[in-house]
């Protein structure tokens, strides 16, 4: 029996509203993930009353510094560092900052190989 | 003014066998703010489904955790089933619900006997391990491992349970009650016990919901919340309700494990009797193309399995929250206004698996 699941694309400046509505109707926030394909989407889940939905923003692999959401959901910290440390993504006044060492990983930014790689300006993109 | 000390405490401590490290802020010996820091043991296997063909990705979720390794089997191939719309046998799916019972009984008894451990009732400690080596055996029995079962599959399981079996397990279990209750009743009644865990580490019903816990954390605040309720495998067939407490503190999340303990048997007597005859697997051909949100419970709460596809063998992505990941934030909020005595107590009754978080 599927659930249904509901998956809605946002844009990066509309996040912080999106996420204060959801947050006011009373929402718990489920989870955040990042899924690198040729872009990066990063997921925000919900659930209120096993209702299950998805605010997904898109951003380029590399340059963009997106904002925390965790003064509105305190609990995104955790999922804001995770995401931060396996992707290289900046994220803008997270409620605690672990500055790339929440996991203690032997290589930078497991989960996004193109971060560390040359960019066309010959520097090091991010 | 009084002093305030910061104490280290774990990765390694002797009453928390799991590799997290807090920072507890003191005041004499009262905590005023704890700093979590974890990735001792960041293993890095979401990335691995790059390199894995996806029907055979299931052996590493199932390695994930030692404890809830049959549900990180069955969420993967839930989220495998659904994206290539494979409907399973319905045979399978009670199967499912039944070894998924039985890794809860297992769990719970596991973490039943740790608590005891923590308060320092060996005896009790000792008799919690005692039953949970029964569930174990029925394990074995039935699948062949102890801690792996090896039994998930994508399109089903691996192994039938004849129906004799199956009737016999739910006698076993019957009959397994009433020596259960008498442990499970000094949990409950013994003054000690109540007096170690009465009170201690409360979350209220509002911070519960706002800080994202789950499982029975959630439900000892008096959420009745539970993923089973969606009615993946044969839970849409099965009559039970979210076991709840309503005081939030360490006695109230006991009490809802101990509770579902013997929802746990109920749910299996009810699977064992309405298992249906038939196929537990079919053939599985094609590649997925797709993505999927699978939630189960598992024992301490909600899990999540995202997996995307893009129609080759290989997942795109898979990404695993596990309970104890949701359940952090609910932590850091307990601790503050505990002693220093009591936070490895409290820690445990949210019953971390930071393997399972880490991933």
């Known amino acids: ?126 | 003014m009084t002093k305030r000390t910061i104490i280290p405490f774990g990765p390694q401590h002797p009453v928390l066998p799991e590799p997290i490290h807090l920072d507890l802020v003191l005041e004499d010996e009262l905590v005023v703010e704890a700093i979590p820091s974890i990735g001792f043991i960041h293993r890095g296997l979401e990335k691995l489904v790059e390199k894995k063909d996806f029907i055979d990705f299931v052996y590493v979720a199932e390695r994930i955790c030692g404890i809830c390794s049959f549900i990180h089997g069955l969420t993967y191939c839930i989220a495998v089933e659904e994206i290539m719309k494979i409907k399973v046998p319905e045979r399978a799916d009670y199967l499912r619900t039944i070894w998924s019972e039985l890794s809860r009984m297992h769990s719970h008894l596991l973490w039943m006997g740790l608590m005891a451990d923590a308060f320092g009732f060996e005896s009790l400690f000792m008799h919690t391990w005692r039953m949970r080596e029964k569930i174990l055996d029925i394990i074995e029995d039935t699948t062949g491992g102890r801690v792996i079962f090896a039994s998930a599959k994508v399109g089903g399981v691996r192994k039938d349970i004849d129906n004799s079996t199956l009737k016999t397990i739910a006698k076993k279990l019957e009959s397994y009650q009433k020596e259960l209750k008498e442990i499970t009743d000094v949990f409950i009644k013994d003054l000690s016990v109540r007096h170690r865990l009465s009170g201690v580490g409360i979350l209220k019903k509002e911070d519960a919901y706002e800080l994202g816990a789950v499982g029975p954390t959630l439900r000892a605040s008096g959420w009745p919340r539970d993923t089973r309720k969606l009615g993946y495998s044969a839970y849409k067939n099965i009559d039970f309700e979210p076991i709840t407490e309503t005081i939030g503190d360490s006695y109230a999340r006991c009490v809802v494990r101990i509770k579902e303990l013997f929802q746990s048997i109920d749910i299996i007597r009810q699977a064992a009797a309405k298992i249906p005859d038939g196929p537990v697997e079919i053939k599985v051909t094609g590649t997925p193309d797709g993505e999927y949100f699978a939630r189960t419970e598992q024992p301490r709460g909600e899990v999540i399995y995202y997996a995307k596809a893009n129609g080759t063998r290989f997942l795109q992505r898979l990404r695993v929250r596990t309970p104890t990941f949701a359940n952090i934030p609910s932590l850091l909020k307990m601790l503050p206004g505990s002693s220093l005595a009591d936070v490895p107590v409290l820690i445990l009754t949210i019953d971390p698996c930071i393997s399972c978080a880490e991933r």
């Open chain 1, 1 to 126: 029996m599927a659930e249904q699941q509901k998956l809605i694309n946002i844009e990066i400046k509309d996040l912080l509203e999106r996420v204060k509505e959801f947050h006011s109707s009373g929402y718990r926030l489920v989870q955040i993930g990042c899924t690198k394909t040729d872009v990066l989407e990063i997921n925000y889940s919900f659930d209120k009353n096993y209702s299950f939905v998805n605010l997904r923003i898109t951003i380029p692999s590399s340059g963009i510094e997106i904002p925390s959401v965790s003064h509105i959901y305190w609990s995104a910290f955790l999922y804001e560092n995770e995401i931060s440390d396996l992707y290289g993504i900046k994220i803008k006044d997270m409620a605690v900052d672990y500055k790339g060492n929440f996991y203690r990983t032997l290589v930078k930014f497991p989960f996004n190989p193109f971060h560390n790689a040359p960019s066309a300006e010959g520097g090091i993109a991010l």
